[in-house]
């Protein structure tokens, strides 16, 4: 069982928008920073957003993340193909003196 | 650009250790922090810890504590994790990333652990 809980999977049609949730407690989300991570099957995580809502160098600003208490959520609009991935939210948690992370979410744009 | 390059594929016997390197270039080595991270086959991403190559000071997950070893080469660039004791559920892909954030990720070592 992951500290932060998102949900397993998520779906959209190519073109429309989607929200995946990352919730966790006053020790980890509602006291750091949180970054979202995109994983393709078989490769390494790529880094989307850090601090919260700041997109990575490079990244389109369809991607977008938002924070509200002690839970964070990542955006993507104008769904692709090449968006289909493991999605991961990370964030220090002090009570753990640990980096921790959801359990993921499967996009698939169907 | 900056790279982060991991050592190849292992395959270990239960109660064996291992060591992965990870050779840093296109930065300066002693800026960032190295963390380790590692996802089981078919799971989520699981922290390890993370040494200052500056200091050589390091922390770790809880449950790690007493198993894991990380060191840095400052003269190569080069970060080393060691996890010792291996178990079955230790099979995983061990990555190294930049931190923070964690910006650039290594490709990844697979570390199987099998009898």
């Known amino acids: 069982q992951s500290v932060l809980t998102q949900p397993p999977s998520v779906s959209a049609p190519p073109g429309q928008k989607v929200t995946i949730s990352c919730s966790g407690s006053?020790?980890?989300?509602?006291?750091?920073?949180v970054s979202w991570y995109q994983q393709v099957p078989g490769t390494a995580p790529k880094l989307l957003i850090y601090d919260d809502n700041k997109r990575y160098s490079g990244i389109p600003d369809r991607f977008s993340g938002s924070k509200s208490g002690t839970s964070a959520t990542l955006g993507i609009t104008g769904l692709q193909t090449g968006d289909e991935a493991d999605y991961y939210c990370?964030?220090?948690?002090?009570?753990?003196?640990?980096?921790?992370f959801g359990g993921g979410t499967k996009l698939t744009v169907l | 650009q900056v790279h982060l390059v991991q050592s190849g594929a292992e395959v270990k016997k239960p109660g064996a250790s291992v060591k992965v390197s990870c050779k840093a270039s296109g930065y300066t080595f002693t800026a960032y922090y190295i963390q380790w991270v590692r996802q089981a086959p078919g799971q989520g991403l699981e922290w390890i810890g993370w040494i200052n190559p500056n200091s050589g000071d390091t922390k770790f997950a809880q449950k790690f504590q007493g198993r894991v070893t990380m060191t840095s080469d400052t003269s190569i660039s080069t970060a080393y994790v060691e996890l010792s004791r291996l178990k079955s559920d230790d099979t995983a892909m061990y990555y190294c990333t930049r931190s923070s954030p964690l910006d650039y990720w290594g490709q990844g070592t697979l570390v199987n652990v099998s009898s």
């Open positions: 990370g964030v220090w948690d002090h009570s753990l003196s640990a980096e921790v």
């Open positions: 006053s020790s980890n989300i509602g006291d750091h920073y």
